[in-house]
């Protein structure tokens, strides 16, 4: 089993920054497909980005490419993801993700484990 928790979430004005951790626990992380993924009120769950097991390969949703970045310590069994020039429609919970059987970065919402999110809130 394994079990994913996010932290880094909070309140910032348009045009700043976060920095979102996921911490993983259970299973052998650097053998997982890890992703981000973000729900805004109303709205379904969105494809944020993914990085592959070894940390070189990664996939970015369009709205967001340029901005953020997704990486990965495999040593400590974590994630993150920087978020520049924050907008107010990034503003959504954000979600941890990883599955052991992809192959590499994926946008599809089919992983296996997922986080219980953190609230990200950008004001303009």
């Known amino acids: 089993q394994v079990q994913l928790v996010e932290s880094g979430g909070g309140l910032v004005q348009a045009g700043g920054s976060l920095r979102l951790s996921c911490a993983a626990v259970g299973g052998t992380f650097r053998r997982f497909v890890m992703g981000w993924f973000r729900q805004a009120p109303g709205k379904e769950r969105a494809f944020v980005a993914a990085i592959g097991e070894n940390g070189i390969n990664t996939y970015y949703a369009d709205s967001v490419k340029g901005r953020f970045t997704i990486s990965r310590d495999n040593a400590k069994n974590m994630m993150f993801l920087q978020m520049n020039s924050l907008k107010s429609e990034d503003t959504a919970v954000y979600y941890c993700?990883?599955?052991?059987?992809?192959?590499?970065?994926?946008?599809?919402?089919?992983?296996?484990?997922w986080g219980r999110g953190t609230q990200v809130t950008v004001s303009s």
């Open positions: 993700a990883s599955d052991p059987s992809y192959s590499g970065p994926s946008s599809r919402s089919e992983y296996r484990y």
